[in-house]
């Protein structure tokens, strides 16, 4: 009997079928991977519906559900894709600082639910990406050098496994698909259909000041930040793009948020920004601005992704001195690709305050957080923009404790992202989970685990 499904089933080469396979990748370089059939799941049956079906139909399994992976991980060949973006609901208690959400809502959204309420969860920079896969390979937020990766506010989830049975998972039940969860990523071998989580008390101010500078200036503001990322409490994202202010040369903008209780703290913690040696030569600085969160997406952030672009990310961790980094940074200054493409480099790791980590398959972070993004909008430049970041960041290899699934480049340039223990267990967990090798994986592994890499390169 054929598997009862409430929600949309589409087989290639169905009316709308394309349609719905290019929105589930958020950007427009779709690439020429085609599932088999597509299910936009409607519940949680609906997801064991789909896994029936692809056992049936003798197919693999990837997972959507916000369709933000720059690589798209989730377009696979020869699989039933389960859409999750319809799966959007959320509980709060306030009382227990407690709550739920499904995979399908988006981390801006669950945002702006939990701010009404005086409540914040550590959800990421952009506003389209959903919790689904943002939690799964970790979560880089917005305050989260104080809260740690997003993973770390999970407290179970709700999962289809490739037996088509619906478990729960937390620290006592289940807790190894449970630690697999925080972190696994797109290597995650079951679809989660609920994340558990912790809520904060929302902090009363988020202040931040910006200073804008020409590529002159690169050099000295760098070396500042590598210095003082460690030590500041502010959150820095120091974002280097071609922009009109410099007549669209590349230009350096310190973006630095301070999340405190009050002004007065959060002004003092902005302060160390104005000692940065290239401070003279700012076009511009716009300072000790109080705002929220949301804004700082809408305007700082959300701008450098155009839907409109073809994209390609990749990112490095690491505590290496800028001086090590400049040689490589020097030639990308020569030959930057078209707005919106852009650096960004983040403090995360190593300061005060940073909470202990548990056991989880995540396990990979540095003090600093290195990523790249190229953006064009001619296909026939594909292999020209994904040249220029892969070899870039390759070229800066030697300086790299490892990658953040967020921004993966896998398929590319495969390379360490949870440490070679814990890469072994998910293997093990993998197989013991999902025997059939019912799910999809990562797109690429590092060198030397050879075990169950998918994909082509450009
Ligand atoms: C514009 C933009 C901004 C971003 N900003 C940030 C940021 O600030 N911080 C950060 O940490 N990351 C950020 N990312 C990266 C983003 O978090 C990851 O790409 C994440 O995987 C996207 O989640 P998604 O559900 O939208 O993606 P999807 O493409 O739907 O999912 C990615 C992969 O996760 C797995 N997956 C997704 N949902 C499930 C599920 N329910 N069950 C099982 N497996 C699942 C699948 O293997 C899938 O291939 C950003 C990405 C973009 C494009």
Redesign the pocket.
């Known amino acids: 009997m054929t598997p009862r499904i409430e929600g949309r089933v589409l087989r290639r080469g169905d009316y709308r079928y394309e349609n719905l396979r290019r929105e589930a990748c958020?950007h427009a370089g779709v690439p020429d991977r085609y599932p088999e059939l597509i299910v936009l799941a409607n519940n949680e049956d609906d997801v064991v519906g789909a896994v029936e079906l692809a056992r049936r139909e003798g197919l693999q399994i990837?997972?959507?559900?916000?369709?933000?992976?720059?690589s798209?991980?989730?377009l696979r060949d020869g699989t039933v894709l389960i859409d999750?973006s319809n799966l959007r609901h959320v509980t709060v208690d306030r009382d227990a600082m407690t709550g739920t959400a499904q995979?399908g809502i988006k981390g801006s959204e669950l945002s702006s639910m939990l701010a009404g309420q005086g409540l914040f969860f550590p959800t990421?920079?952009?506003s389209?990406?959903?919790?689904?896969?943002?939690l799964?390979?970790?979560?880089?937020?917005w305050a989260g050098r104080d809260y740690g990766p997003a993973c770390m506010s999970v407290t179970g989830i709700d999962a289809v496994t490739a037996a088509g049975e619906q478990v729960h998972a937390d620290e006592t039940e289940n807790p190894d698909l449970f630690w697999a969860a925080r972190g696994a990523?797109?290597g995650?071998f079951?679809?989660?259909?609920r994340f558990y989580v912790k809520l904060y008390p929302r902090m009363r101010v988020t202040m931040n000041s910006s200073y804008f500078w020409p590529a002159s200036a690169a050099y000295e503001v760098y070396r500042f930040v590598h210095e003082i990322g460690r030590r500041t409490p502010t959150e820095i994202n120091l974002l280097c793009s071609r922009d009109p202010m410099t007549d669209g040369e590349p230009l350096i903008a310190l973006n630095a948020t301070a999340f405190t209780d009050t002004e007065e703290e959060a002004r003092e913690q902005l302060s160390v920004y104005e000692s940065c040696p290239a401070r003279a030569q700012a076009l511009t600085t716009r300072l000790n601005e109080v705002t929220d969160t949301g804004t700082l997406s809408r305007f700082g952030t959300d701008p450098h992704?155009d839907e409109t672009k073809r994209y390609l990310a990749d990112n490095m961790w690491t505590h290496a001195s800028f001086d090590d980094l400049w040689p490589n940074f020097e030639e990308m200054l020569k030959t930057w690709p078209p707005a919106p493409s852009h650096l960004v480099l983040f403090n995360w790791g190593g300061h005060e305050g940073q909470p202990p980590r548990p056991s989880m398959a995540y396990s990979v972070e540095d003090e600093l957080y290195y990523a790249l993004y190229s953006a064009w909008t001619d296909p026939a430049d594909d292999k020209k923009y994904t040249r220029w970041v892969t070899d870039h960041m390759r070229a800066w290899e030697p300086y790299a404790s490892g990658i953040q699934l967020?921004?993966e480049n896998l398929i590319n340039r495969p390379y360490r992202f949870v440490t070679d223990e814990n890469l072994r267990r998910l293997d093990d967990l993998r197989a013991a989970w999902d025997p059939d090798g019912m799910f999809v994986s990562w797109l690429g592994r590092p060198a030397g685990c050879s075990t169950g890499a998918e994909g082509t390169a450009l």
């Open positions: 958020w990837a997972v959507r559900s916000g369709g933000h992976s720059w798209a991980s989730h999750l995979p990421g920079h952009c389209g990406v959903s919790l689904g896969g943002y799964l390979q970790g979560g880089f937020a990523g797109p995650f079951a679809v989660v259909t992704y967020a921004d």
